[in-house]
């Protein structure tokens, strides 16, 4: 077996591709044949050592949290999932290992996949879906005819919140970065601002104002809130946390596996309300390439960089 793991938390550099053995199966978790994996920007700061706090010391480490696959085994007390599933799903965390063969997870985390979604599409979505889902409707409690607006709408998470929320019902607004309104429009968004938009030419017309850059100022977006309306961040600062402890309408999000939540945003892809673009696809043998050039140069296009066997 072979997947990118890391003996000590870095840069790009600590990457390597390397023989592993599956952690053992608890009585909750699954063991997944990974068919295609998605990278987030969150692997890279998770690598660094952002959030050792939650991850430990324990090294060496595996890569990678979105996966998309065939399940192989299943821990005693696991009913919904059976060997040959197809599913889609992202590994905790605490372990992580999602750019591999296989790939150990919580059975919370795993839903099944949509027969007609290839297992790239399925692979893109965790992450991101999970974050917009749970920001829109256990954040931001969404109605169907509401008013949203997107900050960083053409980003993975606000592309998915603007497909998620017209899917509901609602109208979307949003912003995005200048010379890219025509992609925007073309998801239905309108309107469509730049980053440095004015907040005041939106006053009170939004009854959720999601921003997935986290760097809107506060007080700009409450100038866009209808009453009762809701300010949710994807942010989870010590600032933003405490000010969600606050009275008031601002929320920061942190997507946890809740498998009704993965299911709806499964459900909604395969539907076909939600398609997330690929950028590139690359075998595990030359993923640790892609991925450092993905993280020190950026992607040459938008979506996102996708990994299969091979």
């Known amino acids: 077996m072979k997947r990118i793991q890391y003996h000590r938390y870095g840069g790009p550099e600590v990457m390597r591709l390397e023989d592993f053995e599956p952690r053992e199966l608890g009585a909750e978790d699954v063991l997944v044949r990974v068919r295609a994996a998605a990278a987030n920007p969150m692997d ?182 209808s009453p009762n309306g809701r300010i949710v961040s994807t942010s989870p600062s010590p600032a933003n946390i405490a000010r969600s402890a606050l009275p008031g309408p601002f929320h920061a999000v942190i997507a946890h596996a809740v498998t009704a939540d993965i299911e709806a945003v499964a459900r909604a892809a395969g539907d076909g309300h939600l398609e997330l673009p690929i950028a590139r696809t690359v075998p595990l043998s030359e993923a640790v390439a892609a991925l450092t050039d993905l993280e020190r140069n950026g992607s040459s296009k938008r979506g996102k960089l996708i990994i299969v066997p091979g």
Request: hydrophobic share 45%; glycine share 14%; with cysteine.
């Open 44 to 225: 890279f700061g998770i690598r660094d050592g952002a959030m050792k706090m939650m991850t430990g010391r324990s090294f060496p480490r595996g890569m990678g949290y979105d996966f998309a696959g065939v399940v192989e085994a299943v821990g005693a007390d696991v009913t919904r999932l059976r060997v040959g599933d197809e599913v889609l799903g992202g590994a905790p965390i605490k372990w992580s290992g999602a750019f591999a063969d296989v790939v150990v997870a919580e059975h919370k985390g795993i839903v099944e996949k949509p027969a007609n979604l290839s297992f790239e599409a399925a692979a893109a979505l965790p992450t991101v879906g999970l974050t917009a889902y749970q920001a829109l409707f256990n954040k931001g409690k969404l109605q169907p005819g509401q008013a949203v607006f997107v900050h960083g709408s053409l980003g993975g998470v606000g592309r998915a919140g603007v497909q998620l929320a017209s899917a509901h019902g609602a109208r979307v607004a949003g912003s995005c970065r200048a010379g890219s309104a025509d992609e925007a429009r073309a998801l239905g968004i309108d309107p469509v601002v730049d980053f440095d938009f004015d907040a005041a030419a939106l006053a009170q017309r939004f009854d959720i104002v999601f921003d997935t850059v986290g760097k809107l100022p506060i007080k700009e977006a409450r100038k866009m809130l």
